[in-house]
């Protein structure tokens, strides 16, 4: 490699380096003020002079929280929906998507748009009906039902995304399948979806953080003896006449750490994934 | 691409799906999923109620704790489940309740809110199980004015919001003021002298962000403007756009009141008065033991709110809780009337700080007793109750608050806020 | 060999599975696979959603007022139609809400394209600490936004903001500024707030796409002598076009219709200069409780993302294969 191929290489690497960086910086700085006040007394928050570094380190922003909003029963509450809405959003989704991917047939093009057009209708006006429905279903105050909700806003989603990821796989391979013999499902499952590997894990993580963070749905569908989930339980701490700034953060830095943890374990996958998607030879 | 070719390798299956097939499956489909399944009214369990309310800060929930302690233990054979859903999304909740018939057995209802609760044919008339309640002389009839429409009665009060102000007392000494402003004037006067941009002092934390159309339509009323007359719109223009050009000029003219003020909800008039940046403060007793977290007994007190020229600003509203389903109804009242009672309302005072509705309560020792407090019995002598018109929330919120705030950013002159206010209100009561 | 079977590698491991699954596979084979794929999510939306959006829809040409049931549900036409376009607030709430999607949609698919490639670039060249970034670019988007709200409203606070105290102390403020009370800070400011919550959105997916393009075709650009911009142009950006569409698309949806941040930050002031129509759609019908206006709203617009999708898909050409 001549020199001067290296000399841009490396400055070009810099450059990645520093951008990667401010993107880091700003995408952290938030996040650290948070955990700085999740872990200020309140007295250091609401103060004339603003503490950079708190003066007293406490821990009682996440006693307060775990004792106040009963985390550990919304929190597993979330868990619940988030796992059952991923699991069913990825098993249809990936079907209807590879249909939709493969196959021309008449009226694709139409249905297609039609799973676009049903998500551009406001959710705040279909909270009712929805409501109403879930009543009549039983579902009302349930996780599956809270679940079924968020599938179905964000089924269409999913089709998208994951026939996108299953357009960039190139169709010899399954017709190589079939001629050895598979079936189509047979190619879809052995061929199709190990390839498509890192777009599943991208859908499923984003599923995964938008049912986490829902609000809308949650609040107006379940209760607190029942199945409420995380957000309402945060929301509620943001009283009328007060906001308890350090739990209001310490709940903001508990939010994130379980959904770390997913990405995390997904991280590897998504990484094996992505070097059995290079077409050889 | 795959098109969908018969292989003649592999054997067909005997049935084919075509695609009119499909539709017809999916109707189906749909329409079995969409019958109304297992999820009819409940039957009425004998011993167990439910409870919304929108306490939710830690002390309102400390208090309600003690309170529901103390009705189980006097009730054994009850069991209460309380939900709590935030003050903004109460209304939509309750909403989608009643609209699916899936409500609770009691709720917590504001003056406010009752026209629109009513409108909608939510709650239970009470009139008679009142009439009969031994504690019913304890509450003067404005009491019931706030949970009353065409003379029945929705609820039975809980406590009372009662206005008043906090300034700081060595503020004032500083200023070698004597004692904190009986009338807007004098108001206008110590907010001008309190003002101290090189010690970042201002004289008042106005509230015009969410919260502040309150205290614009008190400001209106104090003006002699009158709201609602025999359900229609009433607004005195003239009258009306003296008052908003007093108020806004204390942001605009006078620059008594922060920057932020046109954004200032109940968090940042707290803040800015708790961190030393304003000298007087608007609000209610409810809040007296978050000022007391930041300031001393030195540096602060509470006052009535000054009078305006032709009638006060203080606001006194009570908090009720109603009755929603007839079934479970003896539980529910028994409820409902328990916190009229002087035990668990002193406690639940203490608590919090939100005054007893009971005029017998309030003469209770520990309630007379507290300096602070005196300021608040005054009030609670002088207090103008809310509207309680349909749309009143509505038109506070959506029309009242918006226009005040171009005022004070410059997009309207007071009289044209005023006549967008009037029109507004014209609109809601049509 | 046995078509029925379907087995394709013939190892004992997989065959047990296969056999258990060779009916379902055979299914597979018939005419009525592609229509059969597609039968669960068909049904689910159907179910689910058409209910919803069908009711608002027709709502959106009757009176429902929940506060005057004396005026019941009558068919009213177009009236509130007629009403929206001589209401003030819906005209503003018009302009602001193309301003605050638009704007917000692009600087959010710029900083999420140029994070994305440069975490790509990063990964490959393996340079130190991108597996780390790459996760940690991720969080704003993994936060609530109830929390990213408050803390950020909490950071830009006129009395208590680190911000406002960082701009003074290096000079670029003299004094604390209230961003969300001044008309002309306070929707920038709500936009700064949305683009930091939701770029890692776009950063996730171009990147996922960005990985999944086969080195050999930029091994090949190279020793055929074309620069970088050329290889963007002429490798990357097609691979990336169906995708970039796509999030664009669910992300202007997003931006239409969420009033999230708006309620937790301005609820729509000061005055009306943040005014959007998901919030005035919210506040017709949780406040005013007139659902038939908000439903009128609600189906504007509904009309305004689907003109937007269909130019914007039509001119990037993705449905043309």
């Known amino acids: ?281 | 691409m795959f098109v969908d070719d018969p292989d003649p390798r592999l054997h067909p299956l005997p049935h084919r799906l075509d695609r009119r097939r499909f539709l017809q499956a999916s109707a189906m489909g749909a329409a079995a999923l969409m019958l109304p399944g297992c999820g009819g009214p409940q039957a009425p369990d004998g011993s167990r109620i439910n409870y919304w309310h929108h306490f939710t800060n830690q002390t309102e929930i400390r208090g309600l704790q003690r309170v529901t302690e103390m009705f189980l233990a006097a009730h054994p054979d009850i069991d209460l489940l309380q939900e709590n859903i935030p003050n903004k999304d109460f209304m939509a909740k309750f909403t989608a309740a009643v609209q699916a018939q899936s409500v609770p057995d009691t709720t917590m209802v504001t003056s406010e809110r009752l026209g629109n609760m009513h409108a909608m044919n939510s709650l239970v008339d009470l009139t008679d199980r009142v009439d009969n309640w031994p504690m019913r002389p304890d509450y003067p009839e404005d009491r019931w004015q706030g949970i009353s429409i065409d003379d029945k009665i929705y609820g039975v009060p809980a406590f009372a919001f009662v206005d008043w102000m906090y300034y700081r007392l060595d503020w004032l000494e500083e200023a070698g003021i004597a004692g904190p402003p009986t009338t807007l004037e004098e108001f206008q006067d110590t907010a001008i002298r309190l003002t101290d941009p090189a010690k970042g002092r201002y004289g008042f934390g106005m509230r015009a962000g969410d919260g502040g159309q309150f205290i614009v339509v008190d400001m209106l009323e104090a003006f002699g403007s009158p709201i609602v007359v025999d359900g229609k719109a009433a607004i005195d223009i003239s009258k009306a756009t003296e008052a908003l050009r007093f108020f806004s000029e204390l942001f605009t003219v006078h620059k008594v009141v922060p920057p932020s003020a046109p954004n200032d909800s109940y968090r940042q008039i707290m803040e800015s008065f708790r961190t030393g940046q304003t000298g007087m403060l608007w609000h209610g007793t409810g809040s007296l033991t978050e000022v007391q977290r930041s300031l001393s007994a030195q540096q602060f007190g509470t006052a009535v709110k000054p009078a305006g020229p032709e009638g006060v600003i203080t606001r006194l509203s009570y908090l009720y809780n109603g009755m929603m389903k007839a079934d479970n109804a003896d539980i529910a009242w028994a409820w409902v009337s328990f916190w009229g009672e002087t035990a668990p309302a002193v406690e639940f005072m203490e608590i919090t700080g939100y005054f007893p509705a009971s005029a017998r309560v309030a003469q209770d020792e520990r309630v007379t007793g507290n300096p602070y407090f005196a300021a608040a019995v005054e009030s609670v002598r002088i207090g103008r109750l809310p509207h309680q018109f349909v749309g009143a929330d509505a038109w506070g919120r959506l029309t009242v608050l918006p226009a005040f705030q171009k005022i004070l950013t410059g997009d309207r002159t007071p009289v044209q806020a005023a006549e967008e206010m009037a029109a507004g209100l014209e609109k809601i009561l049509s | ?321």
């Open chain 1, 1 to 281: 490699m001549p020199p001067s191929q290296r000399r841009l290489d490396r400055s070009l690497d810099l450059f990645t380096g520093l951008l990667v960086l401010a993107f880091v910086a700003f995408c952290l700085f938030p996040l650290g003020w948070t955990l700085l006040t999740s872990l200020k007394p309140e007295a250091d928050i609401v103060t004339a002079t603003l503490q950079y570094i708190p003066q007293h380190v406490t821990l009682e922003n996440y006693v307060t929280l775990w004792q106040q909003s009963d985390f550990p029963t919304l929190v597993t509450n979330s868990v619940v929906v988030t796992s059952i809405t991923g699991l069913i959003c990825l098993t249809i989704g990936t079907l209807a998507a590879y249909s939709f991917s493969r196959y021309r047939f008449r009226g694709r093009g139409k249905l297609l748009i039609f799973y676009l057009v049903i998500r551009m209708f406001p959710v705040v006006l279909m909270i009712i009906p929805l409501f109403i429905m879930m009543r009549n279903l039983g579902l009302l105050d349930s996780r599956f039902g809270l679940a079924l909700a968020y599938t179905t806003f964000l089924l269409p989603l999913c089709i998208w995304m994951l026939k996108g990821f299953f357009d960039a796989i190139p169709l010899e391979l399954e017709e190589a399948a079939r001629i050895d013999g598979c079936t189509r499902l047979g190619a879809l499952v052995r061929v199709v979806l190990p390839l498509a590997r890192s777009g599943l894990v991208t859908t499923a993580v984003f599923v995964a953080i938008v049912a986490w963070n829902e609000f809308l749905f949650a609040m107006m569908m379940t209760t607190s003896q029942g199945s409420r989930t995380w957000p309402v339980g945060l929301q509620l701490m943001v009283g009328e006449f007060q906001l308890p700034w350090g739990p209001l953060s310490a709940g903001g830095i508990l939010s994130i750490i379980p959904i770390i943890i997913f990405f995390a374990l997904v991280q590897q996958s998504l990484i094996r994934g992505l070097t059995a998607g290079a077409v050889k030879g």
């Open chain 3, 1 to 321: 060999m046995d078509p029925r079977k379907g087995v394709f590698a013939g190892d004992s491991n997989t065959s047990i599975l296969v056999r258990a699954g060779s009916r379902i596979a055979l299914i597979s084979e018939t005419h009525s696979w592609a229509y059969l794929l597609l039968l669960p999510s068909f049904l689910l939306v159907l179910a689910v959603l058409i209910y919803p959006v069908g009711s608002g829809i027709l709502l959106s040409f009757r009176e429902m007022r929940l506060t005057r049931p004396d005026l019941g549900t009558p068919f009213i036409g177009l009236r509130h139609y007629r009403e929206l376009w001589s209401d003030p607030v819906f005209h503003i709430s018009l302009v602001n809400t193309t301003i605050w999607a638009l704007v917000g949609t692009t600087a959010q698919f710029v900083c999420g394209l140029i994070s994305a490639l440069a975490l790509n670039r990063g990964l490959h060249r393996l340079l130190p600490g991108m597996r780390l970034a790459r996760v940690l670019i991720l969080l704003p988007w993994v936060m609530p936004s109830v929390v990213a709200g408050h803390m950020w409203a909490l950071m830009l606070d006129s009395r208590l903001g680190v911000i406002n105290d960082m701009l003074v102390r290096v000079g670029l403020l003299d004094r604390y500024m209230a961003f969300f009370a001044d008309p002309q800070t306070a929707l920038p400011a709500v936009l700064v707030v949305s683009t930091w919550g939701a770029f890692p959105f776009f950063t996730l997916f171009y990147l996922a796409a960005l990985q999944g393009i086969p080195d050999d075709l930029y091994e090949a650009a190279g020793v055929d002598g074309a620069g970088l911009w050329l290889q963007f142009r002429h490798i990357t950006w097609p691979m990336l076009v169906p995708i970039v569409v796509a999030t664009i698309v669910l992300r202007m949806i997003g931006m239409v219709n969420a009033p999230d941040l708006l309620l937790v930050l301005t609820g729509g002031g000061p005055g009306h200069a943040t005014q959007v129509l998901s919030l005035f759609a919210f506040q017709k019908a949780y406040a005013e409780f007139d659902f038939g206006y908000a439903a009128a709203v609600s189906v504007v617009m509904m009309l305004m993302l689907m003109a937007f999708t269909v130019v914007y898909v039509r001119i990037s050409g993705v449905t043309k294969e």
